[in-house]
């Protein structure tokens, strides 16, 4: 079922992963880190990164590992060139994060969601079914299913 399943990630046959692309790393949080920072994060405890069928992910993305839970990408998403997942988000299936967008730690995304480029998403969002943002959102609040945000901060436009 998984192409490969390290003790930090775990990425379905189908998925079809960049070569750059980072799957797994660790999550970037503050109280996840033990002192002293070890780079092999021997001794600390994460969740893996879930990748899939059939997701995609493009060159230089990047999914952390969880720290509370997994980090999943669901069925058929798109995971666009230096997008970054931050540890313990769950996207939807059928979403596409754009190109340079940045999820922060704990989003949740429903499905069918359509980030535009460089959209940042601060930590604990919920984005729902359908919603929309235009290119270089920054959203700080929750965003209902099937609307549209656009600008910084984001605000609905439809």
Request: aromatic fraction near 6%; charge should be neutral.
């Amino acid at each position: 079922m998984y192409r490969f399943d390290k003790e930090w990630a775990r990425v379905d046959d189908t998925a079809c992963v960049h070569p750059s692309a980072v799957i797994g790393s660790a999550p970037e949080s503050r109280v996840w880190w033990k002192e002293p920072l070890d780079p092999q994060y021997k001794g600390s405890e994460a969740f893996p990164a879930v990748l899939c069928r059939d997701v995609r992910v493009g060159p230089c993305a990047r999914v952390d590992a969880g720290w509370k839970g997994y980090t999943r990408v669901g069925e058929r998403s798109w995971v666009m060139a230096g997008a970054h997942i931050g540890h313990d988000c769950v996207v939807g299936k059928d979403c596409e994060i754009g190109t340079n967008s940045v999820l922060c730690g704990h989003v949740t995304l429903g499905d069918n969601v359509r980030l535009g480029v460089g959209t940042m998403v601060r930590p604990g969002i919920t984005i729902g079914d359908g919603a929309r943002t235009g290119c270089g959102a920054v959203v700080v609040s929750d965003i209902p299913a099937g609307a549209v945000y656009v600008g910084n901060p984001a605000r609905l436009l439809c």
